[in-house]
């Protein structure tokens, strides 16, 4: 299809701007400039019930805060499903509050208790800090979920891009841990080590995340190139201590038309299917890389956030 025309008018509207790009920025710069502009097309906020910030321990001693989302009264009686949701952002970018109104959306749609996680993120932090960061905190709402309301039986992974990679990993690390997981929400995941698919060859440029930005934010990420064969960093094709994919949660994965990750994650997809795991995945057409969080501008983004929402409440049963 062709590319939808509100998200035509906002790249143009991008391209008119001439700002740097974050690949010509500092890693603070880049992070400053985000957290700027992410809320500029997001959804309203919808009201909380309860919305707290949370500090959660790591293994290497530190604290990373996180956000808890309760849409409703917690209910010990009967507790509630949990998403533990990872924001994109390139390993580099991003925050609970750039992603605040999206995960609202989920809460409030998807009829659970969301914890949004603040991972640390690089330079300053290397992989693989933000996957034990990511897992550490999954494990630590599944200890602790009786304490919030929470069904430690009925917990979910998602993330968007880079947060999309965090939960396909925290899925396999779930399962070897015997953390049952209802679901791993899947948004334009980032699964390769090298971008060379037919997508990121034809999306390169002109289409919100660049191929200059993508190999710019795995620049601050990796330690050195081999980390690009670490299957926590490539869960489609890393060889380096890949587990065996059986098993893992049921994915729902939303891919984009327009995307230079798009074909990665068909190709996802398609590899959990071929390992006899269940897979809903869906290519939404006239989309770009980061669409999920311009639901306040483009009408369209409604059908996905609906989409995703009805995954949620189908995995945890509460149709």
């Not at 390993?91 to 959306?105: I, Q």
């Not at 038309?257 to 997809?269: F, H, I, M, Q, V």
Request: aromatic share 10%.
């Amino acid at each position: 299809m062709p590319l939808n025309p509100t998200i035509e008018q906002i790249l143009e509207m991008i391209a008119r701007a001439k700002r740097p790009l974050y690949h010509q920025m500092t890693a603070q710069q880049a992070r400053a400039a985000y957290e700027n502009s992410a809320p500029i097309l997001e959804i309203a906020s919808a009201p909380m019930f309860t919305l707290d910030d949370l500090l959660i321990p790591t293994r290497d001693g530190a604290a990373i805060r996180a956000r808890l989302y309760q849409a409703v009264e917690p209910s010990w009686a009967q507790p509630a499903p949990a998403l533990v949701y990872y924001h994109g952002g390139g390993f580099t970018v991003g925050s609970v509050d750039t992603h605040d109104a999206l995960c609202r959306m989920f809460a409030r749609d998807g009829q659970c208790t969301v914890l949004s996680v603040d991972y640390r993120l690089a330079p300053e932090h290397k992989f693989p800090t933000a996957v034990e960061d990511a897992f550490d905190a999954l494990s630590w709402l599944h200890e602790h979920a009786a304490q919030f309301g929470v069904d430690g039986e009925r917990l979910a992974v998602g993330g968007d891009s880079a947060g999309g990679t965090l939960a396909t990993v925290c899925a396999v690390l779930a399962r070897d841990a015997g953390i049952r997981l209802a679901l791993q929400l899947l948004i334009y995941p980032g699964t390769t080590g090298y971008q060379q698919t037919d997508s990121h060859a034809r999306f390169a440029d002109g289409f919100l995340l660049s191929g200059e930005t993508i190999q710019w934010f795995f620049e601050q990420y990796v330690r050195d190139e081999s980390d690009r064969d670490d299957w926590r960093f490539a869960p489609l094709d890393g060889e380096r201590g890949a587990p065996d994919f059986r098993g893992v949660a049921p994915a729902w994965i939303a891919t984009a038309e327009y995307d230079p990750l798009s074909d990665e994650g068909d190709a996802y997809a398609r590899k959990l299917r071929a390992l006899g795991n269940e897979v809903m995945l869906t290519r939404y057409p006239g989309m770009i890389h980061e669409f999920f969080k311009m639901g306040g501008f483009v009408p369209d983004v409604t059908k996905a956030h609906a989409d995703a929402a009805a995954a949620l409440r189908a995995a945890f049963g509460v149709e």
